[in-house]
């Protein structure tokens, strides 16, 4: 299935005891319409606070349900805040984590001296100017095969921090400003101290080229600052 939802008020994918998170409303609202406990598993376990546009994931009932008429029917069980926009069915060797070939994620900021109000949830409300030149350098010396150690959370202690990002735009409407990276996969917390790093070359503290140092110290202490969880947005998976 794909699903959407607006992560601000959620302690992100994963089930924890005593928080609420995506995927516990998704298996309580699938198991309800089946009539047994089903566990599902996503493309990408988004961090609190983070939203959806495109996550995917994968389930196995035995249903006479008509799939067509899933996206609807689990739907109707959840949250405003979450909704599946397409069920469609696969073989049993379908894995929506293990299969992804690439997903992108969206950072969205409001440079506006006063909130949005109708959108303020899901974008970092940083007032003042950024130098979006300059940012677009630096995001063209983010793509490629690279070590990204040095944009991963402390916590995240993979044996490799090698990825491949095919993409790493910004782009500007009037006061909002878009950061789009895709990537093979991510580490912990990358896509957001990336983003906190871009900023602070937008805001004159660093040139576009100090990128390149960071990436060769492998330390997370030479980059940036982590942007906060709001802005940030899963767009779509590839497969």
């Known amino acids: 299935m794909t699903v959407s939802c607006d992560g601000v008020d959620y302690h992100g994918w994963q089930s924890q005891p005593g928080q609420r998170t995506i995927q516990e409303e998704l298996e309580k609202a699938v198991s309800n319409l089946v009539g047994f406990h089903i566990r599902i598993k996503a493309a990408s376990r988004t961090d609190a606070g983070v939203s959806a546009l495109g996550q995917v994931v994968n389930f196995k009932i035995d249903s006479p349900i008509p799939t067509e008429r899933l996206a609807q029917a689990i739907t109707q069980r959840l949250p405003r805040d979450i909704e599946v926009t397409e069920a469609v069915e696969e073989d049993d060797s379908f894995e929506a984590s293990a299969l992804a070939k690439s997903k992108l994620y969206r950072y969205t900021i409001f440079t506006g001296k006063k909130r949005n109000v109708l959108q303020a949830r899901n974008c970092w409300h940083r007032p003042g100017r950024l130098d979006i030149t300059t940012m677009k350098r630096a995001a063209e010396l983010i793509v490629g095969t690279?070590?990204?150690?040095?944009?991963?959370?402390?916590?995240?202690?993979?044996?490799?921090?090698?990825?491949?990002?095919?993409?790493?735009?910004?782009?500007?409407?009037d006061k909002w400003i878009y950061m789009d990276i895709e990537a093979d996969r991510f580490l912990y917390n990358m896509v957001r101290n990336i983003?906190?790093?871009?900023?602070?070359?937008?805001?004159?503290?660093?040139?576009?080229?100090?990128?390149?140092?960071?990436?060769?110290?492998?330390?997370?202490?030479?980059?940036?600052?982590?942007?906060?969880?709001?802005?940030?947005?899963?767009?779509w998976v590839k497969y």
């Open 146 to 173: 690279k070590d990204f150690k040095s944009f991963a959370a402390a916590a995240d202690k993979r044996e490799s921090s090698i990825r491949t990002v095919m993409q790493c735009k910004v782009t500007q409407e």
């Open 195 to 235: 983003v906190g790093t871009l900023v602070e070359v937008g805001r004159g503290r660093w040139p576009a080229e100090k990128i390149v140092e960071i990436l060769e110290a492998r330390d997370r202490t030479t980059a940036g600052p982590i942007a906060p969880a709001e802005g940030l947005c899963l767009m």
